[in-house]
């Protein structure tokens, strides 16, 4: 059983998985459950074929029911529910600019998701997963880069397939061309993170550093994770994007968002500062501000 807080009603909410069945069996303790995992997560092809069938027209079919069993909110789309071409279509949906109003904070809430929140980096052994240091140098595969955000503060948000899963830039400023780290495909769902925290740093990602006016470079990434086909970039490289734009998106699948912050720039909002459950924030909500 997942269980979040919901920003908005301040409640604490069990999540309803999708393919919690297939989640709960491969990673399971049993050997073959284990070989399974090795497998679906290792070999990208599963990944592709499977996001490649759910951009068949065939699939279309399925919308209504998802949006049905998971209570997603067509008045939010900017299609509507008959025009999707497949499943594909309706999961990289665009919502209506009134459906995601921006926070007037320097810092909103890049997308939709469940998120962790912790002021500084280094003191985030224990809050995930008891004892599992969480590894910058891995993450980001570059020590200079590393160092940089030592000691500064770290977001670490899950999408999960009934969310809206589109990204946008948290706030104004220059972003680079993103670099790609390969990786694997394993599941980003607590009930695989707990086992292994470095599946964060093991998947396939996205890294981008985002050249701001006061709040220094603000580093963003992108995780891949079981069934995403693809990690799609929309932005300008080198031109300069507003708080609220998008970024890109994500094909079929659970993923993740990672930022980084240098140390002292930024302060959190207060209510996100709890660390008992995941939070589950929409994106456009304040997420921070400049360190006074």
């Known amino acids: 059983m997942i269980q979040y807080l919901d920003r908005e009603t301040k409640k604490i909410e069990t999540e309803n998985v999708y393919g919690e069945k297939a989640i709960a069996f491969l990673y399971g303790d049993r050997w073959f459950q284990k070989f399974f995992t090795i497998f679906v997560a290792k070999f990208p092809l599963f990944s592709a ?67 962790f929140f912790y002021p500084n980096i280094d003191e985030t052994s224990g809050f995930i997963v008891k004892n599992q240091k969480f590894s910058l140098t891995s993450l980001v595969q570059d020590d200079a880069l590393a160092r940089r955000y030592a000691g500064g503060g770290l977001v670490i948000g899950r999408l999960c397939p009934v969310d809206y899963h589109r990204f946008h830039f948290p706030c104004e400023g220059i972003p680079a061309k993103s670099r790609r780290i390969n990786g694997y495909w394993y599941s980003v769902n607590p009930v695989a993170v707990k086992k292994n925290l470095s599946i964060m740093t093991q998947n396939k990602r996205s890294v981008c550093e985002l050249d701001t006016e006061s709040l220094g470079k603000v580093l963003l990434i992108e995780v891949g994770a079981t069934n995403v086909g693809s990690i799609i970039q929309t932005y300008q490289p080198g031109s300069l994007v507003k708080k609220g734009d998008e970024k890109g998106y994500f094909s079929f699948g659970a993923s993740a968002l990672i930022m980084l912050f240098e140390p002292g720039v930024m302060e959190f909002s207060e209510d996100l500062m709890q660390q008992n459950h995941e939070i589950r924030c929409l994106m456009g909500q304040p997420m921070a501000h400049k360190k006074r």
């Open 49 to 115: 074929l499977y996001g490649l069938w759910q951009k068949a027209p065939w699939t279309k079919h399925k919308v209504k029911k998802f949006i049905d069993r998971f209570g997603v909110d067509p008045e939010e789309f900017e299609k509507k529910v008959s025009e999707f071409s497949s499943f594909n279509d309706f999961f990289i949906r665009r919502l209506k600019s009134s459906s995601r109003p921006l926070a007037n904070e320097e810092l909103i809430i890049p997308a939709d998701g469940r998120y």
